[in-house]
């Protein structure tokens, strides 16, 4: 039924020494940007599907599981590369943002914590699945599908929502 694609970008940043958290986005289209209780609850709901370790509801897709921890080492390592450096000093260390099949953003959140860590993808699929009708199907390109897919099968994460869900890799990430 739709077509989306996530990734975060790590350009747009912002000092933590500036107070006023300026808006740059118009007050009619702040309803793009996800809210900060949204991040939390998805980070919540992340961490109790982890600690239960549920299971069921997805099957995991094909992928050696050597291949997987490989792919999950190599991004480990860039998401954490330059970290360091800008500890305390950014504020915001980047965005993520969901889009339609055409580049118009869909949903945007601020990232605050070092990397794309899986907690913001979760919120963006769920803020789209609640404008949708349970029955949609939703294919979404993200870069590292295969850790993503991984994780929504070994912690039953999207239950009510990975039925419907079809995760692809962009191929510029498969070499």
Same mark, same amino acid.
């Given at each position: @039924?739709?077509?989306?694609?996530?990734?975060? *970008?790590?350009?747009?940043?912002?000092?933590?020494?500036?107070? @006023? *958290?300026?808006?740059?986005?118009?007050? +009619?289209? %702040?309803?793009?940007?996800?809210?900060?209780?949204?991040?939390?609850?998805?980070?919540?709901?992340?961490?109790?599907?982890?600690?239960?370790?549920?299971?069921?509801?997805?099957?995991?897709?094909?992928?050696?599981?050597? +291949?997987? $921890?490989?792919?999950?080492?190599?991004?480990?390592?860039?998401? @954490?590369?330059?970290?360091?450096?800008?500890?305390?000093?950014?504020?915001?260390?980047? %965005?993520?943002?969901?889009?339609?099949?055409?580049?118009?953003?869909?949903?945007?959140? $601020?990232?605050?914590?070092?990397?794309?860590?899986?907690?913001?993808?979760?919120?963006?699929?769920?803020?789209?699945?609640?404008?949708? %009708?349970?029955?949609?199907?939703?294919?979404? %390109?993200?870069?590292? +599908?295969?850790?993503? $897919?991984? +994780?929504?099968?070994?912690? *039953?994460?999207?239950?009510?929502?990975?039925?419907?869900?079809?995760?692809?890799?962009?191929?510029?990430?498969?070499?």
């Amino acid at each position: @039924d739709v077509h989306v694609a996530i990734d975060g *970008n790590f350009t747009h940043t912002r000092y933590s020494s500036v107070d @006023d *958290n300026p808006t740059i986005i118009l007050l +009619s289209e %702040l309803s793009l940007w996800l809210t900060e209780a949204e991040l939390e609850s998805a980070k919540k709901h992340m961490a109790e599907c982890k600690e239960g370790n549920g299971r069921g509801g997805r099957q995991q897709a094909h992928v050696p599981e050597g +291949s997987l $921890d490989h792919c999950e080492d190599v991004h480990k390592v860039v998401r @954490d590369h330059g970290n360091e450096t800008a500890k305390g000093v950014m504020a915001l260390k980047g %965005l993520m943002a969901m889009v339609c099949h055409y580049n118009v953003p869909l949903f945007i959140c $601020d990232i605050t914590t070092p990397g794309e860590q899986c907690f913001y993808l979760i919120a963006l699929i769920h803020k789209l699945a609640s404008l949708l %009708l349970l029955t949609a199907t939703i294919g979404l %390109l993200y870069n590292i +599908s295969c850790l993503l $897919d991984r +994780s929504i099968a070994k912690h *039953n994460l999207i239950p009510e929502i990975a039925p419907h869900l079809s995760l692809a890799t962009t191929t510029f990430h498969a070499y």
